[in-house]
């Protein structure tokens, strides 16, 4: 007889794979490719892995194929390990099928590992993981910010990193707890996102270091060798990918990314404010935005929290990640004085807009605290997201 359990997996993964479907059935429908900003420079270094394959590299060259044959040493900046499913999938059946089923088996498989890496946590009661880990995995992976990474903006290697955050998350959480190993997922997390997007390991890294410091009370020696160690492993694993650019950048005169002054490139506050409440279609930097989902989301889990805040556990922390999503979203925006940072090291972020990725982590992390705890019935979730769709 097929235990419950079971059952349960396959519900979940039924509806994960349908709510993947939703997102890109459109792009299905109109058999084209959706031509975002950065998506004419991902598929040719896509086409450079496929060129390379079929002439029997293993390795991509460097502009030998795709770029014009002009030679760019792009790959030494941009980690293309993440790119090798698109190009296998193209060899296999054309680039259209292998770049959005690669795309839709990406999102699918973001949603299992939101679901899984939360599942992992413990809150306390064993009856609350499911549906914590279920409604984190839909509020997540729905939200507009990411959508907008794999859609609209075309950034593959950003839009794979934030798929990875949980597991980095999971990984900082199991250093505090010493009945388990699960606390290597930190380094291991860390070096796949290294792998799909470099600048997104200093960006959560700073989220990785504000809630260090909020839990400063629980430092112990054997926090602080762990962490240690997964310092270690960071480093070691990445030394591919690091010991050439710099190598390429003391032997060559290297071009970098132009970057706007950090303050122009910040969004207008009202304007993110409105444009999240309409869930508008970003044709513009300064029109990217969280989204309705996530607005929406976060006001009723206030509202929740003031109504029934002694019938809900894990208040404090649901406090703390509504407080960390709400601080990344300002700083995401002109109220935070980047002028005084645009000659710093910070600028290499370029757009301080991209710290919306952790706010909406973060809000979505806290909505699923609460939601988890309530009996909301599952059915509704599908409705409610083709509605705001």
Not at 106 to 131: A, C, H, R, V, W
Not at 184 to 213: K, R
Not at 243 to 263: C, D, E, H, N, Y
């Amino acid at each position: 007889m097929i235990n419950n359990k079971y059952l349960k997996n396959i519900y979940y993964l039924t509806i994960f794979l349908i709510n993947s479907l939703l997102i890109f059935c459109l792009i299905f429908k109109s058999h084209g490719i959706t031509l975002g900003w950065d998506t004419q420079f991902h598929i040719n270094r896509i086409e450079e892995i496929v060129k390379s394959l079929e002439n029997g590299h293993l390795l991509p060259s460097h502009g030998t194929y795709a770029f014009s044959h002009i030679g760019l040493a792009v790959n030494y900046f941009y980690p293309y390990l993440f790119l090798y499913p698109f190009a296998i999938l193209e060899i296999l059946f054309n680039p259209l099928f292998g770049y959005n089923v690669t795309l839709l088996l990406m999102t699918f498989i973001g949603f299992i590992i939101s679901y899984l890496t939360i599942k992992k946590l413990n809150f306390g009661d064993e009856q609350y993981s499911d549906p914590i880990a279920f409604w984190f995995s839909i509020l997540y992976n729905n939200s507009s910010y990411i959508i907008f990474q794999s859609t609209l903006r075309g950034d593959i290697g950003e839009f794979i990193a934030l798929i990875l955050l949980p597991i980095v998350f999971l990984g900082f959480q199991m250093l505090y707890d010493k009945n388990t190993n699960l606390w290597v997922l930190l380094p291991v997390g860390l070096v796949l996102v290294a792998y799909s997007h470099l600048l997104s390991v200093f960006i959560f890294s700073s989220l990785l270091l504000l809630l260090f410091c909020i839990k400063y009370k629980y430092l112990s020696v054997n926090i602080l060798k762990r962490l240690i160690i997964s310092i270690i492993i960071f480093l070691v694993l990445v030394t591919p990918i690091i010991i050439p650019m710099i190598l390429l950048t003391r032997s060559t005169k290297v071009l970098m990314p132009m970057s706007g002054i950090l303050q122009d490139e910040a969004l207008n506050p009202l304007e993110l404010l409105t444009n999240s409440i309409k869930n508008s279609i970003a044709v513009s930097m300064q029109s990217i935005n969280i989204g309705t989902l996530t607005i929406v989301v976060s006001v009723v889990s206030i509202i929740i929290l003031i109504i029934k805040q002694k019938k809900i556990a894990h208040t404090n922390e649901i406090k703390i990640f509504f407080i960390l999503g709400l601080t990344y979203t300002v700083l995401s925006t002109r109220l935070f004085p980047w002028f005084l940072l645009n000659n710093s090291p910070i600028r290499i972020i370029q757009f301080p807009w991209r710290l919306l990725g952790i706010a909406t982590f973060c809000f979505a992390y806290a909505g699923a605290l609460e939601f988890g705890q309530l009996y909301i019935s599952k059915r509704l979730i599908l409705g409610i997201l083709v509605c705001i769709r």
